[in-house]
């Protein structure tokens, strides 16, 4: 139920709000996009810790480039 609360709301924001803004991610893929891909890969609580981290990077003293989702770990017996 949250990780579509999150999902949609991340997709609200693309589709209503980005618009509006002039394109300035310093990231890529963009931090909507990471978001997407962090809640769809991780679920609510560690994907949206991901996504988090991701935002408090965005500012103007970080240097941005190329920062992927991490990979969902597989656990060994």
Do not use: N
Not at 57 to 76: A, M, N, Q, T, W
Request: include cysteine; glycine fraction near 8%.
């Amino acid at each position: 139920m949250m990780k579509q609360i999150a999902l949609a709301l991340i997709h609200f924001y693309r589709k209503f709000i980005s618009p509006l803004k002039p394109p300035t991610c310093r990231f890529y893929p963009t931090c909507s996009s990471y978001g997407l891909i962090a809640i769809e890969r991780h679920g609510f609580l560690l994907g949206g810790w991901y996504t988090l981290k991701r935002l408090l990077k965005c500012h103007p003293f970080h240097p941005g480039g190329i920062d992927f989702v991490p990979e969902k770990k597989i656990k060994r017996k």
